[in-house]
Nanobody, 126 residues
């Protein structure tokens, strides 16, 4: 079992940056791959990025590739999503999720993740 808590959301102007954090507690985070998703009002939860349990491998949705960077510090049991060049269409609640390292690390469907944080709001103004 692992518990996830996101932080770092807020209001930012278009072109700005935010860094989200996902603090994991319970079993050490190195046993888990970590994914980031977002959900805008009236829309389905959307894959953003994923990073393997070791932090060696990562994968991004086309909509954020080149602007967002996913990373993790297993010594701190924390994952990060650095978001640069933010656009109004990035406005959403952002969630981190985790899966056992025994699963594939690059899963992109929300239903395939076992553990979820409560989400943090990111609002990008134009």
């Amino acid at each position: 079992q692992v518990q996830l808590v996101e932080s770092g959301g807020g209001l930012v102007q278009a072109g700005g940056s935010l860094r989200l954090s996902c603090a994991a507690s319970g079993r050490t985070s190195s046993y888990y791959h970590m994914g980031w998703f977002r959900q805008a009002p009236g829309k389905e939860r959307e894959f953003v990025a994923t990073i393997s349990s070791s932090g060696v491998s990562s994968y991004y949705a086309d909509s954020v590739k080149g602007r967002f960077t996913v990373s993790r510090d297993n010594a701190k049991n924390t994952g990060y999503l650095q978001m640069n060049s933010l656009k109004p269409e990035d406005t959403a609640v952002y969630f981190c999720a985790a899966n056992s390292y025994l699963k594939r690390w690059n899963l992109q469907l929300a239903a395939e993740y076992d553990y979820w944080g409560q989400g943090t709001q990111v609002t990008v103004s134009s």
